[in-house]
């Protein structure tokens, strides 16, 4: 039984990730302002107690001073206790919140949030960020030795997967944005020698389109999301770079002679049509090959033709 023919486009793409053990949600906390006010009044209460349990114990009221003291104390060690629930989020930022290890969700809301004090948070930042790749030297399609770097513009899109389901999601996409970068240079050359074909420097936005295109394939498992990517340097290795340029001069020179060759032609024709049609003067099939012959000389020469004066006939 034959198999199946193998698409290139998912070929070319990394092996899905496996799927994340845990997914953000949104943490059961409330306004700071409320929870630091009852806060502060349960330290005021503590101390006031501690304060009074000392008069008693002044007058001699040792039992009744001893209760009122050890429950003011108390009472402002729990004030303190919850008010270490309270955090500032400032805009881009947000809290990852874990009780015991486990995971109890995420605080995006800005401003002052209160949480249960027994609980972990670690702050992750939900700004958009920059990561430039150092100058990577690898061999394009061709096997060409070239040079390239890119810059990627990323934020953290989900954050319990940025702190739970890979070690250091930061490094992570570092060596996730070289592995991308090195792949989208060996699957296209530098210059394609076929005008169809893709090539890295003919065609960067589609070649960008790609790499967000794979980046994103690869840094899904860390919860990250790709805005932008574009490469900061593209050019040949310094062993073959004077080689290249000389091959990319003869192309152009090339180019250049093709376009003179076709507009000399269009010359020539319009001419040789102009003058039979105004009747100037009656030209035999010799006469226009040698008319023809001057014309292109003088059009695709290098350098400017130098006329001879015939004082002669036509044809001497």
């Not at 107690?49 to 429950?71: E, I, Q, R």
């Not at 401003?111 to 030297?137: C, M, Q, Y």
């Not at 936005?205 to 860390?222: D, F, G, N, Q, S």
């Amino acid at each position: 039984m034959p198999e199946a023919p193998l698409d290139t486009a998912t070929a070319a793409l990394p092996a899905k990730a496996p799927a994340p053990p845990v997914r953000e949600k949104p943490a059961k906390d409330i306004g700071g302002g409320l929870a630091l006010l009852l806060g502060l009044l349960g330290l005021l209460a503590g101390v006031g107690l501690v304060v009074l349990g000392a008069g008693f114990g002044a007058d001699g009221n040792k039992g009744a001073a001893g209760g009122l003291v050890a429950s003011g104390v108390v009472v402002g060690l729990g004030a303190i206790i919850a008010m270490c629930g309270l955090n500032t989020i400032a805009p881009g930022e947000t809290r990852v919140v874990q009780l015991f290890g486990r995971y109890r969700g995420t605080i995006r809301t800005e401003g002052l949030r209160w949480v249960n004090p027994f609980t972990s948070r670690e702050k992750i930042s939900t700004r958009v960020r920059n990561h430039e790749t150092a100058v990577l030297k690898v061999n394009d399609a061709y096997g060409n030795p070239i040079e390239l770097a890119a810059v990627v513009v990323w934020q953290v899109e989900d954050t319990a997967q940025a702190r739970f389901a890979v070690e250091d999601f930061q490094e992570f996409v570092a060596v996730q944005t070289e592995a991308a970068v090195r792949h989208i240079a060996i699957e296209y050359p530098y210059d394609a020698h076929d005008e169809a074909a893709l090539s890295l420097r003919g065609n960067a936005e589609e070649i960008t389109e790609k790499l967000a295109v794979e980046l994103h394939a690869r840094v899904a498992a860390a919860g990250v999301r790709i805005v932008e990517s574009r490469f900061t340097h593209l050019a040949y290795a310094p062993e073959i770079a004077s080689a290249m340029l000389q091959r990319q001069q003869a192309g152009a020179v090339v180019a250049a002679r093709q376009m003179i060759v076709e507009g000399a032609v269009g010359m020539v024709e319009q001419a040789l049509a102009r003058i039979s049609e105004q009747g100037i003067v009656e030209l035999d099939e010799e006469r226009k090959a040698a008319m023809v012959s001057n014309l292109m000389v003088v059009l695709c020469g290098d350098r400017a033709a130098q006329p001879v004066l015939n004082t002669g006939t036509l044809y001497q």
